[in-house]
């Protein structure tokens, strides 16, 4: 989720995940197996191209910076990144089996990141299908975030120079859950306006599967499992004039991420990509 924070690290095959876990869990002093904490991908794709753990603050009282010590004192400082709220490390891979090259590079070494929060939301926001999509899990999040914009949106009439409302009453998708927030546009003293909008919570927080797929889709949790789970429940589950509004925010999205190129789109969603992208 976070890329190469470290140099060195390769990919990680499904098999030797487990044992790699499972020994950096010991060598950290750990009461628990790492691999009970797993986020995205791993483990569900034959390959990974690093490993997205929780440390869940249900029971873990450390942050970042407090386990860098002890990871440095481990692997030593070259092998330890700290970038904001997340911790990298590079740690070599347990049963290293060079044989298994299907996806490079394979270095003997894989990052780690840890993710510091409550593990069952992180889970829920970071899900991946594995191999049972074409798509990351970003164009899932992007996919959800771009609904969230437009269920029970409530915007004022007044637009800024960009033509965004200058104020909204919208839901927001995000690691801790689905947000009622109030969204709105400062001015600058010379009259343009901010680029960037700024959110405030309203005290409302959805954070079971089951209710946040019931707002944003009127489904059940798997429909959330998946961009193309997702498209299908948006078909199924609204009228087509919004599902054209929700198709055109996820192509907008999509772009706006630079996640449009590689992937192929159902023509409800590309049909919106600008000329260049389809």
């Not at 400082?77 to 990298?88: F, K, Q, R, S, Y």
């Amino acid at each position: 989720m976070s890329g190469n924070a470290l140099p060195g690290c390769g990919t990680i095959h499904i098999d030797e995940v487990k044992p790699t876990l499972t020994k950096l869990s010991i060598d950290l002093e750990f009461p628990f197996d790492l691999n009970n904490y797993v986020l995205g991908s791993t483990g569900k794709k034959e390959y990974s191209g690093d490993v997205d753990v929780v440390l869940d603050t249900k029971w873990y009282s450390g942050n970042a910076k407090s386990l860098k010590k002890d990871a440095n004192l481990l692997l030593g400082e070259e092998n330890v990144a700290l970038n904001g709220a997340l911790l990298h490390i590079k740690y070599p891979i347990v049963n290293y089996d060079a044989s298994k090259d299907g996806r490079q590079p394979r270095t003997g070494f894989v990052q780690v990141d840890f993710n510091f929060g409550d593990y069952d939301r992180l889970k829920l926001f970071y899900f991946s299908a594995g191999s049972a999509t074409k798509f990351k899990g970003l164009h899932r999040n992007i996919a959800l975030a771009s609904i969230a914009g437009i269920v029970e949106n409530i915007s004022s009439v007044y637009t800024d120079d960009q033509g965004r409302p200058l104020e909204q009453v919208r839901w927001k998708w995000s690691p801790t859950g689905l947000i009622r927030v109030r969204r709105f546009i400062k001015a600058k003293s010379n009259g343009t306006f901010n680029k960037t909008a700024t959110d405030q919570p309203l005290g409302i927080l959805i954070t079971d599967p089951e209710g946040i797929a019931k707002k944003l889709l009127h489904g059940k949790p798997e429909d959330m499992d998946s961009l193309e789970t997702i498209v299908a429940a948006v078909k199924s589950g609204f009228k087509k004039e919004v599902q054209e509004q929700i198709f055109e925010r996820m192509a907008k999205n999509f772009e706006e991420k630079d996640v449009v190129n590689g992937y192929e789109y159902t023509p409800e969603i590309s049909k919106y990509f600008s000329v260049g992208d389809k």
